[in-house]
T-cell receptor, first 112, second 111 residues
Framework: SQTIHQWPATLVQPVGSPLSLECTVE??????LYWYRQAAGRGLQLLFY??????ISSEVPQNLSASRPQDRQFILSSKKLLLSDSGFYLC???????????FGQGTRLTVV | GNSVTQMEGPVTLSEEAFLTINCTYT??????LFWYVQYPGEGLQLLLK?????DKGSNKGFEATYRKETTSFHLEKGSVQVSDSAVYFC??????????FGQGTTLQVKP
């Protein structure tokens, strides 16, 4: 069966520090991968979308970047965190050509 | 472009009350529609889905019908429980596209 792993679960980082959040999917090949952010009191915002290795679509201009170094690995990064980067980050995957998506447990990031 | 609009929250109900959370969408073509639920401190779980017009998705007592004529996918439950307290997200996706969410509606059920 397919599983998605996202870590860490919680993270507290100072302003200006770097960030790396990792997401891996098991049990499937060539998934579509997503990073979403949920800011406090707000809905889900799609940050990045990937249909294959090295193929990243950025949905909104921001302080973050994403990479997909392997087929089932999706990394969210920042060189220098801002206070506004605080939020709940969710990784998700879907089978290419189908509609349903499956989510990781999320990472709560607090920038102080 | 594609978008999803949900009713504003929070929605506060007493146990055993009837629940409706409205969701309307704008999309080209024929997307699939979803309701996801997020319990406190957790990620999202798929609650139910419908892939074509007039389909009814159902799970755990929740139901939603894909209404193409009104571009709606309202979530309903006949009798809510305290354990249903969560944030509910309506979403749409075409097979080759991205999953687009509404802003989420917080449901609080009081005993």
């Amino acid at each position: 069966s397919q599983t998605i792993h996202q870590w860490p679960a919680t993270l507290v980082q100072p302003v200006g520090s770097p960030l790396s959040l990792e997401c891996t999917v098991e049990g499937t090949s060539n998934p579509n991968l997503y990073w979403y952010r949920q800011a406090a009191g707000r809905g889900l915002q799609l940050l990045f979308y990937s249909v294959g290795i090295g193929q990243i679509s950025s949905e909104v201009p921001q302080n973050l970047s994403a990479s997909r170094p392997q087929d089932r690995q999706f990394i969210l990064s920042s060189k220098k965190l801002l206070l506004s980067d605080s939020g709940f980050y969710l990784c998700a995957w879907s089978v290419s050509g189908t509609a349903e998506a499956f989510f990781g447990q999320g990472t709560r990031l607090t920038v102080v | 472009g594609n978008s999803v609009t949900q009713m504003e929250g929070p929605v506060t109900l007493s146990e055993e009350a009837f629940l409706t959370i409205n969701c309307t969408y704008t999309a080209t073509g024929y997307p699939s529609l979803f309701w996801y639920v997020q319990y406190p401190g957790e990620g999202l779980q798929l609650l139910l889905k419908a892939t074509k017009a007039d389909d009814k998705g159902s799970n755990k007592g929740f139901e939603a019908t894909y209404r193409k004529e009104t571009t709606s996918f309202h979530l309903e439950k006949g009798s809510v429980q305290v354990s249903d307290s969560a944030v509910y997200f309506c979403a749409l996706k075409r097979n080759t596209g991205k999953l687009i969410f509404g802003q989420g509606t917080t449901l609080q059920v009081k005993p």
